[in-house]
């Protein structure tokens, strides 16, 4: 909505080449280029004139369609200038009516529902106290959030129909996370289970192809998270967030204001149980290869073995837990594990309101910023992700008899060995019974269905360890050393 209002109030639609000049930074909080990229402008970040000209002086003067972001106060070249329309994109020139001042000065300021409250509303609001009370009254209006967050929900239902690329699951679950979020902060009622369906049905039958995807910009799987540290950082240190889905990322990111970083995601294993998944993320191994993939006693071995394959002495790898973790100057690779997010996942029965509170208070404590901080601050190249997220479930009752193999925390999936009933499991639960895509092939693996877990009968929790989109997908975040120190 917001890409679509920046393209329309520009000159795009008449012109090939076009220069953005990115007044107040609001390519870096909505990325509005997406929009002009679909439709069919190639977009090119302007650093200096040395750089624009040795690489896109065909761009510049060919057919094809141009869009070039520039900061304010950079300098471009009067050539250069006068082959484009120049447009600045900002507060004023978007929101005339509105003070850009306090849209400038507002915190976590959604530009999609400001742009629908704006185009809905027709009074002008110059001064700073009008704009403080038309964002309080009419941008937030209750009203106004449930027509913008059913609006999104449908394009991301849309989009799921046709997912081909993996990645549009990444996209999909951020945009999923800002739906719930904003659902859960404003009390409007809107269920978003069925993008979890979706993924479901996608990964029972694409799950087991994911290991052979390539993408230099981000890991796919949890698995590799280590293969693209490596290959990305010479000294690094990993914060594993347990339990931290989209959702508690939302949240968590307010705080990081000041650091620079970038965002993508990965896939959890499935099941998303923390002893499957963690262990594979810290040893950069499948759940079949695991020394005990059942059991955490290992993680910290498995973690080492996986740093030693690299070149690292035992003297340059560390394993730490709590936001109060450091290192010694000799280490390269370091792995932070942070439990609060599980911890409460597991003792919430308020759903996603609950988990917004409790991860509201997490963030304003500003524990995970200040730890990032410090990390970047000893010279780490810093990634932040989960070994899995969180979803809520009611429960269809506890699932009691002989032949389980594994019993887990999640209470999502059931692993079997020679169990002569499987059938019956599956009729009397509606389990889903897992390809056993990298999982030990000697056992059967159930997981309970979107929505549903084996806790007490009719009882609402939050949990995780099954093959919804809100707990697969995982955040993987990047923050750079050279980029905090400048």
């Known amino acids: 909505m917001f890409g679509d209002y920046v393209f329309e109030k520009t000159a795009a639609q008449y012109t090939k080449k076009m220069m953005l000049v990115d007044a107040d930074h609001l390519e870096e909080k909505a990325h509005y280029s997406a929009v002009f990229q679909a439709h069919g402008f190639r977009t090119v970040v302007y650093t200096d004139d040395l750089n624009f000209r040795v690489n896109n002086t065909s761009l510049l003067n060919g057919e094809e369609k141009l869009a070039i972001l520039v900061q304010p106060g950079v300098y471009v070249p009067y050539d250069i200038r006068k082959k484009c329309r120049e447009e600045e994109i900002s507060f004023e020139s978007l929101f005339p009516k509105l003070n850009s001042a306090v849209l ?110 390539i993408n230099l910009e981000s890991p796919v799987m949890v698995s590799s998270v280590m293969d693209y540290i490596h290959d990305h950082s010479e000294k690094a240190a990993i914060i594993v967030m347990d339990g931290m889905s989209e959702f508690d990322w939302t949240i968590l990111k307010r705080s990081f204001a000041g650091i620079c970083y970038r965002q993508s995601a990965a896939f959890a294993m499935i099941p998303s149980t923390t002893s499957i998944s963690r262990q594979c993320l810290l040893s950069g191994k499948y759940p079949s290869q695991l020394i005990e993939p059942w059991k955490q006693s290992k993680e910290k071995n498995e973690f080492y073995e996986c740093a030693r394959k690299y070149g690292y002495k035992d003297n340059q790898i560390g394993y730490e837990r709590g936001y109060d973790a450091s290192f010694s100057a000799f280490v390269k690779c370091g792995a932070v594990i942070i439990l609060d997010i599980d911890e409460l996942v597991h003792a919430q029965y308020q759903g996603r309101i609950g988990m917004l509170n409790d991860d509201t208070v997490l963030m304003k404590q500003n524990k995970l910023a200040e730890l990032t901080k410090r990390l970047l601050q000893d010279g780490f190249d810093v990634y932040i992700t989960a070994d899995h997220g969180n979803t809520p479930c009611t429960g269809l009752g506890r699932l009691t008899g002989s032949g389980v193999e594994v019993e887990t925390r999640s209470h999502k999936m059931v692993v079997l060995k020679d169990f002569a009933n499987k059938d019956s499991l599956i009729e009397r639960y509606g389990l889903l019974e897992y390809p056993k895509y990298y999982l030990p092939k000697d056992y059967d693996y159930l997981i309970c269905n979107v929505g549903d877990s084996l806790d007490i009968k009719g009882e609402n929790v939050m949990t995780h360890g099954g093959i919804s989109l809100d707990e697969v997908v995982v955040p993987f975040i990047i923050a750079r050393t050279e980029d905090y120190h400048g």
């Open 104 to 213: 400038r000065e507002s915190k976590n300021l959604d530009l999609e529902l400001l742009t629908l409250a704006y185009q809905t509303d027709f009074e002008e609001y110059h001064e700073r106290k009008q704009t403080e009370m038309f964002l309080r009254l009419k941008m937030y209006a209750q009203k106004n959030v449930e027509l913008y967050l059913r609006d999104l929900y449908e394009c991301a239902l849309n989009q799921a129909k046709g997912v081909e690329d993996y990645r549009a699951w990444f996209e999909l679950a951020e945009k999923k996370a800002t739906i719930d979020v904003t659902a859960a902060e404003h009390n409007v009622d809107i269920d978003t289970s069925e993008l979890n369906r979706a993924f479901c049905a996608y990964a029972m039958k694409n799950f087991g192809k994911l290991s052979s995807e």
